[in-house]
């Protein structure tokens, strides 16, 4: 029974990387300079820019996606419904946990640092320097407020149109 349950988790990480590779179908490289910044996504405050540089974070699948944050900038405590990954690309990127927004017990992330977030995770975000993270995860990805009046998307403002939503410029 052992030997049989050690194959079968054997199997289920082949397939899994076998379908990972699968999504990888051309090799891209960016640098700096060539990134194209557009609007930030519509589940972000106003301010924020993004690139997609992987993927596409509103379909299932892998994608790496830069957002660019100026100084002053915040998001308030949200969620989602999948795992994250953050890389702080460049700046000072400052991580609270919980339900409150306040700056006692926040984590302070310089140019370097990484995080892993669980799904379902409250989490908060300031940035006291013009900033820029990665997020790498599984699409379609999404956050989700604790406090509904937090949601930039429920606050009159006409959403941009879907082609505005990512700065979508592949090679």
Not at 122 to 133: A, R
Request: overall charge negative.
């Amino acid at each position: 029974m052992k030997r049989m349950l050690m194959t079968l988790a054997a199997g289920l990480v082949v397939c899994g990387w076998a379908s990972l590779a699968e999504t990888i179908d051309t090799h891209k490289t960016f640098r700096p300079q060539e990134i194209k910044w557009g609007p930030g996504p519509a589940g972000l405050p106003a301010g924020a820019e993004s690139t997609v540089l992987y993927g596409d974070p509103k379909s299932t699948g892998m994608f790496a996606l830069r957002v660019k944050m100026p100084k002053g900038y915040s998001i308030a405590p949200h969620m989602h419904a999948g795992p994250e990954i953050v890389t702080v690309i460049s700046g000072k990127f400052i991580l609270g946990l919980g339900q409150a927004a306040d700056h006692a017990g926040v984590e302070i992330l310089p140019a370097g640092s990484f995080s892993s977030m669980p799904k379902g995770v409250v989490h908060y975000v300031f940035v006291d320097e013009d900033s820029v993270i990665q997020i790498n995860a599984l699409g379609p990805w999404d956050i989700d407020y604790v406090n509904p009046k937090d949601d930039p998307r429920l606050n009159g403002a006409p959403e941009p149109p879907k082609s505005q939503l990512y700065s979508s410029e592949h090679r």
